[in-house]
């Protein structure tokens, strides 16, 4: 009988020091890539501290490129028109676009303080050609990850509404 007790403290004391040993194997057994640089790779250029993110730079020069080359909006907002354009956003934008936050893309509040209103409206209805041919819109895509706006087919009707929608947001 002491054989036995002696056999399986034996065999208990083995598991618990084998199991102990395992630890540090797996620690060891993990894998990992170590690269070295080419001595042709060039470091990338990346956005500075002091730099102003394309989404917060003001540019009230450009009207971007597209078939709006002018817009006047009326000193007080069409309150009906801005019910429209809410509408519309509601339903063709906010999948990528949150009022007062980052998402896919730049929140719309406040566009009109850093966007002439020819600009906006061109990106909403020729995003395509605005990434491929306008600067600013190139570093907004750039900013948000390389996810281009799709073009939602909207009329120009449409994105008027949007663009008196987006002057109700602060």
């Given amino acids: 009988m002491k054989t036995i007790i002696k056999g399986i403290a034996l065999l208990f004391a083995l598991i618990i020091m084998g199991c102990g040993g395992k630890k540090e194997e797996k620690k060891e057994e993990g894998f990992s890539v170590q690269r070295k640089k080419a001595e042709t790779e060039q470091p990338v250029e990346t956005n500075t501290s002091n730099e102003v993110k394309a989404s917060e730079r003001v540019d009230m020069t450009t009207k971007g490129v597209g078939p709006i080359k002018s817009v006047e909006l009326a000193p007080e907002i069409d309150q009906t028109l801005a019910a429209s354009g809410k509408g519309v956003y509601d339903q063709m934008c906010l999948a990528c676009h949150r009022i007062g936050k980052k998402f ?11 966007r002439t209103p020819e ?32 073009n939602q087919g909207l009329t120009e009707d449409q994105a008027r509404a949007i663009l008196e929608y987006f002057r109700t947001l602060k």
């Fill in 119 to 150: 600009w906006v409206m061109n990106m909403i209805l020729n995003p395509q050609e605005m990434v491929q041919q306008d600067p600013l819109a190139k570093d907004l895509l750039q900013e948000f990850n390389g996810s281009p706006m799709s």
């Fill in 104 to 114: 896919i893309g730049p929140p719309p509040n406040g566009i009109l303080e850093r």
